[in-house]
């Protein structure tokens, strides 16, 4: 798993990055990533490698986070 996942904030389910990769001869790029939820399936908004690789971001990583400060809130 990359990084740490907070527990959904609406019922306190396990979440978990949903990712899809460029299937090119490595998976190392992902294109696309959010993270759900395994219970209610709240999830975060879509991340897009091609509108984060301008800054280097990996949007596992954008998923991730997002989830996380969502956790803070609502
Ligand atoms: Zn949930």
């Known amino acids: 798993m990359s990084g740490e996942l907070k527990p959904c904030p609406f019922c306190g389910g396990d979440a978990e990055v949903r990712t899809t990769y460029y ?6 790029v ?32 954008s998923a991730v986070d997002a989830w ?5 809130r609502n």
């Open 23 to 28: 299937e090119l001869k490595t998976k190392d």
């Open 30 to 61: 992902p294109i696309n990533s959010y993270v759900r939820c395994t219970k209610c399936f709240a999830q975060t908004y879509e991340f897009s490698y091609k509108n984060t690789d301008r800054t280097g971001t990996n949007p596992v990583e």
């Open 68 to 72: 996380n400060k969502r956790n803070g």
